[in-house]
Nanobody, 116 residues
Framework: QVQLVESGGGLVQPGGSLRLSCTTS????????MGWYRQAPGKQRELVAG????????NYADSVKGRFTISRDNAKNTVYLQMNSLQPEDTAVYFC?????????WGQGTQVTVSS
């Protein structure tokens, strides 16, 4: 059974930081491209950051470049999203995504709220 379990969300003040984690099971993690997506109320889900399986190439949405960093630990089957300088517009549910071949899996999401 494939599971992607996110953690680390919460309430933070503007300018603060959070670190999201997504721990996976049931997949060959090191073979999967991993990504973080987010969905704010009334908006479509959007890609925030991605990291490829082998080359560890990363990509980011323009809105988070320079503030967010995606990384992975293949030994722990875990992908991280370090979020700094958070702003109210970063408020959303953040989802972990795994893509490999024709397979794609999603986590259940974790809420991030940026508010004073």
């Amino acid at each position: 059974q494939v599971q992607l379990v996110e953690s680390g969300g919460g309430l933070v003040q503007p300018g603060g930081s959070l670190r999201l984690s997504c721990t996976t099971s049931g997949i060959w993690f090191r073979l999967y491209t991993m990504g973080w997506y987010r969905q704010a109320p009334g908006k479509q889900r959007e890609l925030v950051a991605g990291i490829t399986a082998g080359s560890r190439t990363t990509n980011y949405a323009d809105s988070v470049k320079g503030r967010f960093t995606i990384s992975r630990d293949n030994a722990k089957n875990t992908v991280y999203l370090q979020m700094n300088s958070l702003q109210p517009e970063d408020t959303a549910v953040y989802f972990c995504n795994a893509k490999g071949g024709q397979n794609e899996y999603w986590g259940q999401g974790t809420q991030v709220t940026v508010s004073s």
